[in-house]
Structures are given as structure tokens and as C-alpha cells.
């Protein structure tokens, strides 16, 4: 399995309520991401990270902010949640370089549920 | 831009039977990975197997294998001697050979395993 984790796994909150969702990994890995996937749907690309102090916006637009201080660390923030934000949110790490490394690996999800 | 397309939305195969989920994708690219994706019910996203665009041979991993068709763009992931352990969503995904490339993913296919 690979060593990337996320807390809360799973929470249930009020509109309005800001709420940061954790992600690690302890493979060194120079490339992180934040996916949005609703039940039994596609993934959506909504941050991503090459680095330290990279971050940059993924595919679907997201009202969450990301930031990258240490490698390992990559916590997704949502200042005000609504209901629209219900939905499981998937972090991920690879390698930087092209070649072996491009595998990207997947912590178990963060179900977040705006009341 | 790279796309994904998985026409199948779900799939079902009896338990000890070979089910082949079916995968093309559009690029301009020639040097690229093709991957297959496993995510069980409320469980972690994980690998199934992976193929380089450079390399002919098919990618197998013990009851997985790919039959990539790079001139018809085409990547099918076949499943021999289905377990029930093998009920899951699966998405085949897309990178391009280069070190700042995000991994690109078709909306996914239901496959359920029936005892």
C-alpha cells in the first residue's frame, strides 16, 4: 500500500464552516494533487504541486485553496463550505521526473458533507 | 489536450469468467503511460497496471492484462478468472512523458462480479 493519508476520512459540517482537509505521504514525492470525485463518477483534477511553494489550479474549478510549505504536507482548505462542496476529495503523489516514477499514488478519500 | 474515453458505463461478469473493459484515448503525443485504475467500494484508489507507449508488448500482472493498440489508440484492460474481490470502478488514465504532465482520467466503468 502506499504510505499517503488523509484526515478527516470522513465529516459532516455546517454551511458556512471552514474546514481543511489533510494529506501526507511519506515517499518524498515532489508532485501532489487534489481530485473531486462525486459517487460513482469520474475524477476531477482541481489542484496540483510540483514542489515546495508550487501550487497551481487543476482542471475543474475549485472555491479551495491549496498550499505547499513542506514536501509532505499538502492540505486543502475550504473557508466557507456549502453544500455544493459535498463530495470526495482524493489526494495523490508521484514522482517528479518522467519515466518510472510517473505511477501516481492515492490516499483513501476525505467524504466531506456540507449540511 | 489529451482525452479519455470509457463508452461503457458498466459491466458485469459471472465469478471464474474473463470480462475485457474497453478504453481509447486521443493524443498527438508519442511518448505517453496508459494505466488502469482500481476503486473498490469506499476503499483506496489503487494501480492495476501500466503501460509504456514506447514498449509493444501488452503489460500482464498476474490475472491483468492490457491489449494496447497504439496506432488505434486503444488500451482494454482484460480480467481472467474474475474474483469477487475484483467488483469495483476502473479508470483508465492517461500521462504524457514529461516531467510537469497530469495524469488524465476516462469518467470509469462499473465492473460487478456476480457470485
Known amino acids: 500500500e502506499a504510505d499517503i493519508y488523509q484526515t478527516p476520512r470522513y465529516l459532516v459540517i455546517g454551511t458556512g464552516k471552514k474546514i481543511t482537509l489533510e494529506c501526507s505521504q511519506t515517499?518524498?514525492?515532489?508532485?501532489m494533487y487534489w481530485y473531486q470525485q462525486d459517487p460513482g463518477m469520474e475524477l476531477h483534477l482541481i489542484h496540483y504541486?510540483?514542489?515546495?511553494?508550487?501550487?497551481e489550479k487543476g482542471d475543474l474549478s475549485s472555491e479551495s485553496t491549496v498550499s505547499r510549505i513542506r514536501t509532505e504536507h499538502f492540505p486543502l482548505t475550504l473557508e466557507s463550505a456549502r453544500p455544493s462542496h459535498t463530495s470526495q476529495y482524493l489526494c495523490?503523489?508521484?514522482?517528479?521526473?518522467?519515466?518510472?516514477?510517473?505511477?501516481?499514488?492515492f490516499g483513501e478519500g476525505s467524504w466531506l458533507t456540507v449540511v | 489536450a489529451q482525452t479519455v474515453t470509457q463508452s461503457q458505463p458498466e459491466m458485469s461478469v459471472q465469478e471464474a469468467e474473463t470480462v475485457t473493459l474497453s478504453c481509447t484515448y486521443d493524443t498527438s503525443e508519442n511518448n505517453y503511460y496508459l494505466f488502469w485504475y482500481k476503486q473498490p467500494p469506499s476503499r483506496q484508489m489503487i494501480l492495476v497496471i501500466r503501460q509504456e507507449a514506447y514498449k509493444q508488448q501488452n503489460a500482464t500482472e498476474n490475472r491483468f492484462s492490457v491489449n494496447f493498440q497504439k496506432a488505434a489508440k486503444s488500451f482494454s484492460l482484460k480480467i481472467s478468472d474474475s474474483q469477487l474481490g475484483d467488483t469495483a470502478m476502473y479508470f483508465c488514465a492517461f500521462m504524457r512523458e514529461r516531467a510537469n504532465s497530469k495524469l488524465t482520467f476516462g469518467k470509469g466503468i462499473t465492473l460487478s462480479v456476480r457470485p
Open positions: 504541486s510540483y514542489g515546495v511553494n508550487s501550487t
Open positions: 495523490a503523489s508521484s514522482e517528479l521526473g518522467a519515466g518510472a516514477g510517473n505511477t501516481i499514488y
Open positions: 515517499m518524498g514525492h515532489d508532485k
